[in-house]
């Protein structure tokens, strides 16, 4: 089996294989579109890491009978010890039970307080979305269908070390930017 891979927009996606490596970040064919459904979990890598400026699209499907789902930008992707914690920048969390949209952080090994201070739920089982993460020098602003819905203040402070998006749970991933 031909192993694909594709960078867009700087997210590096090695087929199947980079999915369940981590450490391996493969080839790369830069400026093409990833348009395919991409396994979930997924894992792939940001390169050069975050900066202001740098925006991550995620596109999916919600599954048709989901629980919740997860977006995070984490680092320490080239980190030697797969048993480390490494520090998430950012985890968005949609929770379909309470319909509650939640972020938070992990530095040094902790949670962060999950912030959920949004009232409009945009999820729908079964329905595409489209989550944009804006990075800017104080905060992630994050979008969904094109809504800003809440600003997230940066907890790490090395940008060039947010260096991996996961994404797992209820939702096919269709495209990625």
């Given amino acids: 089996?031909?192993?694909?891979?594709?960078?867009?927009?700087?997210?590096?996606?090695e087929?199947?294989?980079?999915n369940h490596s981590r450490g391996n970040p493969?080839?790369?064919?830069?400026?093409?579109e990833i348009s395919c459904l991409l396994t979930v979990p997924f894992s792939g890598r940001i390169r050069g890491g975050m900066r202001p400026g740098k925006k991550i699209i995620v596109m999916g499907?919600?599954?048709l009978e989901p629980e919740?789902?997860?977006?995070?930008?984490?680092?320490?992707?080239?980190?030697?010890?797969?048993?480390?914690?490494?520090?998430?920048?950012?985890?968005l969390t949609a929770r379909?039970?309470?319909?509650?949209?939640m972020?938070?952080?992990?530095?040094?090994?902790?949670?962060t307080v999950e912030e959920a201070s949004t009232d409009y739920f945009p999820f729908i089982p079964d329905q595409p979305f489209r989550i944009e993460i804006h990075c800017e020098h104080q905060r992630f602003r994050i979008f969904v269908d094109g809504h800003q819905l809440f600003d997230f203040y940066?907890?790490?402070?090395?940008?060039?070390?947010?260096?991996?998006?996961?994404?797992?749970?209820?939702?096919?991933i269709t495209k990625l930017g």
């Fill in 1 to 13: 089996m031909a192993v694909q891979a594709a960078e867009k927009d700087g997210i590096n996606v």
């Fill in 15 to 18: 087929g199947d294989h980079l």
């Fill in 26 to 32: 493969g080839l790369i064919s830069p400026d093409k």
């Fill in 61 to 63: 499907i919600v599954e």
């Fill in 68 to 91: 919740s789902f997860d977006v995070s930008l984490t680092c320490g992707r080239d980190s030697e010890k797969d048993d480390t914690l490494h520090d998430v920048a950012l985890k």
């Fill in 96 to 101: 379909f039970n309470d319909r509650q949209f």
């Fill in 103 to 111: 972020r938070s952080a992990r530095v040094a090994g902790k949670w």
């Fill in 154 to 172: 940066h907890k790490v402070k090395s940008f060039t070390s947010i260096d991996t998006v996961q994404i797992q749970g209820d939702l096919q």
